[in-house]
């Protein structure tokens, strides 16, 4: 048997880096909003119990929050840059991942705490001081909206970063539902805007942790990326020339923007495994930004009797030969080729 193994690996990481960010950019814009949002959320505590606000210390809280997701964010991209080595042969790579479960995690569990608050406040909601309420606000806003335009300037096709910004525009969102609230407090007196501007913001914060959950699930699922369609990646190799068959088939990410595949190619007795190999990872490469291949290609009947393969009706006979526990459909050419 003769297995060819290609390796491709691409040198620009995560897609934004290969546009002119630098990680060490990354780092910056990352240190810049955590000065900007650390300072003022200390400010909006002091100012939060003293409005008798549970929008702004709401507000606040999620600040904390913030905080906490770009320090795990500079953590995870400190982990992630280390060399692969050890027992880790894909480095520390999914740190980035795992921060942003944690970041989607903190966000929905802070949601759901916010929300038997402010139920509890529509029930029987406290004095408000609208006025204080609303110009903390409003220099809130501007915070964030500061620190939303720095993490922007970073590479958001990380899903780290993405996180970390979900979570600053969470906030944004967050204080422009508490500056009406409040303006709506000083002028009619309603004290559960205060409550019904919170609920509004627990949407918001349950709709980026769901986003953030389910991407950052997907990674550690093995699954395929969420915009490639791995029946149509097979009928794509299996239908380019002197190939008989593909199967064990795997697509997944490595993290995010950073995706892999390996798989089993048979070719025709007379075929040219290393040609067809190389050209295999030359599609792959250009048509579908996948890098990191890992490709063993055979003759088809090389283990076994000539033409065993070929005249096999059973979807899943013939492969057997060649992999004890096949995964996966198995892709032959033709209309209905798996």
Not at 233 to 255: K, N
Not at 289 to 303: K, R, S
Request: net charge negative; with cysteine.
């Amino acid at each position: 048997m003769t297995i060819d193994h290609g390796h491709a690996h691409g040198s620009g990481g995560h897609a934004g880096h290969a546009h002119g960010v630098s990680a060490h950019a990354d780092r910056r814009w990352l240190g810049i909003s955590l000065v900007l949002i650390t300072v003022f959320m200390a400010a909006e505590v002091a100012v939060g119990v003293i409005a008798g606000s549970l929008a702004l210390l709401s507000d606040a809280a999620h600040m904390l929050t913030d905080a906490v997701a770009i320090v795990l964010a500079l953590i995870a991209m400190r982990l992630a840059a280390r060399p692969a080595g050890g027992g880790f042969t894909y480095g520390l790579k999914r740190a980035e991942i795992l921060s942003a479960q944690a970041n989607g995690l903190t966000l929905f569990l802070l949601g759901v705490w916010l929300a038997v608050e402010a139920v509890q406040r529509l029930v029987s909601p406290p004095q408000v001081r609208g006025g204080l309420m609303l110009v903390t606000a409003l220099v809130g806003i501007v915070v964030n909206m500061a620190a939303a335009w720095c993490i922007a300037k970073a590479n958001r096709a990380s899903l780290n970063i993405e996180g970390a910004y979900q979570h600053i525009l969470t906030d944004l969102f967050a204080f422009i539902g508490t500056a009406v609230a409040a303006l709506v407090i000083v002028l009619t007196g309603f004290q559960r805007a205060d409550a019904i501007a919170t609920l509004l913001v627990v949407a918001l914060m349950v709709k980026a942790a769901y986003g953030l959950l389910r991407d950052s699930g997907r990674i550690f699922l093995e699954a395929a990326p969420a915009d490639m369609d791995p029946d149509a990646l097979g009928d794509r190799l299996v239908a380019q020339p002197v190939i008989v068959e593909v199967h064990d088939l795997h697509v997944w990410q490595i993290t995010s923007g950073q995706a892999a595949m390996s798989a089993h190619v048979l070719v025709e007795p007379d075929g040219d495994c290393h040609s067809v190999r190389r050209h295999l990872e030359r599609v792959l490469r250009h048509d579908y930004g996948i890098t990191h291949t890992t490709l063993q290609v055979d003759h088809v009947g090389e283990d076994t009797e000539a033409g065993d393969l070929l005249q096999s009706t059973s979807p899943t006979a013939g492969s057997a030969e060649h992999c004890d526990d096949a995964h996966g459909p198995v892709y032959r050419p033709g209309p209905n080729g798996h």
